[in-house]
């Protein structure tokens, strides 16, 4: 199982968010991480709109892992949404997005972007690990999903 405990603390987790947008989503969750890593929450929510607007971040199965470089922080921080109305974030499928992981990482560590997103990547690939996000009734199971201290089964 893929742990990414490293990335993401249960304060930066929104079992249920209600956004009536895409940009919504993206503010809420570059506040989550900002707040948690002490740096400027309107940069980080400029740096990751800026590279949604390159190309849509949804990775299909209604995963959707916006990220961004950002100045001032010293690893790849996550946040993580549960949405209650799924929203567009352009994945190939078409289907909108109910899982949101946002990844910001350091402006200056371009590998550590590229192997935190590959690391979210892969454990948003595994079917049963969304249905188990998707049925967590709590921030606890869901970190508990994240750190890989909950058995997540073969589908």
Known sequence: ??????LIA???IAPRLSAASR???LQHLADLAARS?????????????????LSGTGMGDGVAIPHAAVK???RPIGAFARLDSPQD???LDGRPA?????????ADRGADHLKALARVSRFFRRADVREKLRA??????????????LRVDAA
């Open 37 to 53: 890593a002490g740096v400027d929450a309107r940069a980080a929510f400029e740096a990751v709109l800026m590279r949604e607007r």
């Open 72 to 74: 001032g922080l010293e």
């Open 1 to 6: 199982m893929n742990d990414l405990s490293d």
């Open 136 to 149: 967590a009734r709590s921030v606890d199971e869901m970190a508990a999903l994240f750190s890989g201290a």
């Open 23 to 25: 940009r919504q989503v």
């Open 10 to 12: 249960p304060a930066t």
């Open 89 to 91: 974030f352009d994945a």
């Open 98 to 106: 109910d899982l949101v992981f946002m990844l910001l990482s350091p």
